[in-house]
């Protein structure tokens, strides 16, 4: 019978552990929505804001802003963008594998120096990172408690200005690219200095001639920055949602592999309790017949 009690037992806790795994996943479902439709909304004005500013700085020759300027990459910041917490299936570990490689394929030599410093939004990598004695810079945890655009760009700011003192001199972005609940896209962007638009070439051929007001040159110069900042808070959100459908996903999965458990346990409990039936009815037929003989 002490077979039986362990059977039931494990049997409650794996109902129990079902009935968290589906309450997850219902709190995931809700809140990916919400980050859906945030990363939804936006992802149309940072592409027109891109092609804007293509379109004004491909025929823009000589531009003074400090965050176009290419430099030798001595100094390197790496921003990941992971979440605070975890079950959410290989989601974070994506982003930390990508990371070192990033690292490993274009920055070995800087790393060697301890010129490789990175900015973590999110527990996960901040931890990872922390006590692997990397450069960690800040901590920005605390965004995701209030996820708004003039949040991130407090982040976004102290980047740009660290690299405007030439702390750093290339800024590589690693985030999580929301497609669709069961698929996120690792990507790996520029975000400093801004990366020329592939279609320069045929901006310039295309020769046209647009009205500006004040001038271009001023107009390019306020629109840099506030591409950097739209950059970094897409990608913000996009691992933001990113996050929900990973862990919607998997207490989904989790919640399926609970009831297979179940399954087993119940018919191993059903054995167990027919076999224990058996061996009590022969015990007693055998002790009947011992008594009549």
Do not use: W
């Not at 990363?39 to 500013?53: C, F, V």
Request: zero cysteines; a positive charge; hydrophobic letters at 40%.
């Amino acid at each position: 019978m002490a077979n039986l009690k362990e059977v039931r037992n494990r049997i409650a806790s794996v109902q129990s552990t079902q009935q968290i795994t589906k309450a997850m996943k219902m709190v995931s479902a809700a809140k990916l929505k919400r980050a859906t439709n945030a990363i939804i909304q936006l992802r149309p004005y940072a592409t027109k804001l891109k092609e804007i500013l293509g379109n004004l700085s491909a025929s823009l020759e000589g531009s003074t802003s400090p965050f176009i300027e290419e430099r030798e990459p001595n100094k390197v910041l790496i921003v990941t963008v992971s979440s605070n917490r975890g079950l959410a299936g290989a989601f974070n570990m994506n982003v930390i594998k990508a990371t070192n490689n990033l690292i490993a394929e274009k920055y070995s030599e800087q790393l060697k120096k301890g010129n490789v410093s990175i900015v973590a939004i999110g527990k996960k990598t901040q931890d990872f990172y922390e006590k692997r004695n990397y450069n960690v810079i800040g901590n920005n945890n605390d965004v995701y408690q209030a996820l708004t655009f003039e949040n991130v760009t407090k982040i976004t700011n102290a980047i740009m200005a660290g690299f405007e003192k030439g702390e750093f001199d290339k800024v590589e972005l690693v985030y999580n690219q929301f497609k669709n609940a069961a698929v996120q896209i690792i990507t790996t962007e520029q975000l400093l200095p801004l990366p020329k638009t592939a279609a320069v070439e045929e901006i310039k051929a295309s020769n046209v001639d647009y009205i500006l007001e004040p001038n271009q040159e001023e107009i390019v110069s306020q629109l840099i920055p506030k591409s950097i900042k739209i950059q970094l808070y897409k990608a913000v959100l996009d691992s933001h949602a990113s996050e929900h459908g990973a862990r919607m996903t998997s207490m989904d999965k989790a919640t399926e592999n609970a009831g297979d458990l179940l399954k087993s346990l119940k018919l191993a409990y059903n054995q167990a309790r027919q076999a224990a039936i058996t061996t009590e009815l022969t015990e007693i037929v055998s002790g009947a017949a011992a008594l009549n003989g």
